[in-house]
């Protein structure tokens, strides 16, 4: 964490799970759970059903609603699709893109990422873009250049003043919900690595500025350990978010100094 430079964030991400009658007990227990944080952006990424439930719930809780994907359109006839103006007008103020799972099971392309990025950033709500290698490009030695290619091409078009809206997560394919978690050393690797593409694309004070999250199996015993590293700003957290008291660790975990 850097935060002379950069927001430390933490972010959950629910995927498929929860209900939007659950929302609330969950907050009231994060809330007896968590710390008092001033420093410490807290963020829940949910089923975009549930975003005006944790809305009410979040707001003396200082949890910030996000969604978990966005359609690239404006608006119209697009069965089924969410517009950004639509996560807007429920609450939201952050939205995942680009996550593995809907990269392989939605088939969703760079490009598109790069879309539903810009419909966000016209909105003002934050992208969360996510990057990540397999194990297979992983053990290939082929990470760097394809987490450089994903970077550049999802931030396509996105101008400087932009990008520092922007925050990229982090995570390996391999690390997410197998239990299996980067090392704090191989995370930062990348993380410092992500930020020197920006570096490249915008200039030093545009890099350091945009925070870089981890994600991949982080919990409550590991989260200290890799928010110690100096390019990783916050979590974005699958499984661990689903539980209060240890989401609530995680964000304790980023009081270190
Ligand atoms: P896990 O924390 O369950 O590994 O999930 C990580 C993730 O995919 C967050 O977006």
Redesign the pocket.
Known sequence: MNRKYRKTVIAG?W?MNQLCSGVKPFIEQLREAMPRTKTCEVVL?TPALMIPAMVRAGKDARVAAGGQDVSKYEKGAYTGEISADMLLDAGAKYC?VG???RREYHHESDSLINEKAKALLAKGITPII?VGESLEQREKDLTMEYIAYQVCAALSGIDGTQVRRCII?Y?PIW?????KTATAEQAQEVCEFIRGVIRKLYGARSARAVSILY?????AKNAAELLSMPDIDGG??????LKPADFAAIIAATAQE
């Not at 690390?175 to 239990?179: E, R, S, V």
């Not at 994600?215 to 919990?219: E, P, R, V």
């Not at 974005?236 to 978010?241: E, N, Q, R």
């Open positions: 991400n995927k990424c995942i996550h593995s799972e996510c997560a995570e690390a997410i919900g197998t239990g994600g991949g199996s982080m919990n974005l957290i699958g499984g661990a978010s």
